[in-house]
Nanobody
Framework: QVQLVESGGGLVQAGGSLRLSCAVS????????MGWFRQAPGKERECVAA????????YYADSVKGRFTISRDNAKSTVYLQMDSLKPEDTAVYYC???????????????????WGQGTQVTVSS
């Protein structure tokens, strides 16, 4: 059973930064695309960033482009989300997810991901 454990969430003022981490138990982690999603109360879960298995391709939602950076360390089986210039509208529960397929692309829909972390709360105060 693949396990994903997020960390790094918290409360931050607008304009501040947070770095989320997601440790993955899968020993072949380096073979799979990873994504970061978020879900605010009353809203659908949305992909904010995704990264291909080797890290050469990335995707960012328009709302976070230029402020968030996704990266991965395959040696540590960990994916990161650096979040800068945070805004109150970034407040949500953030989830990491693993796409358990041989794709070399950057999946962006909820349905393309097979394993999920438990989520970590990010709250940005104005």
């Amino acid at each position: 059973q693949v396990q994903l454990v997020e960390s790094g969430g918290g409360l931050v003022q607008a304009g501040g930064s947070l770095r989320l981490s997601c440790a993955v138990s899968e020993r072949t982690f380096s073979s799979y695309a990873m994504g970061w999603f978020r879900q605010a109360p009353g809203k659908e879960r949305e992909c904010v960033a995704a990264i291909s298995w080797r890290g050469e391709r990335t995707y960012y939602a328009d709302s976070v482009k230029g402020r968030f950076t996704i990266s991965r360390d395959n040696a540590k089986s960990t994916v990161y989300l650096q979040m800068d210039s945070l805004k109150p509208e970034d407040t949500a529960v953030y989830y990491c997810a693993l796409n358990y397929s041989p794709t070399r692309d950057t999946p962006v829909t909820v349905y393309e991901y097979n394993y999920w972390g438990q989520g970590t709360q990010v709250t940005v105060s104005s």
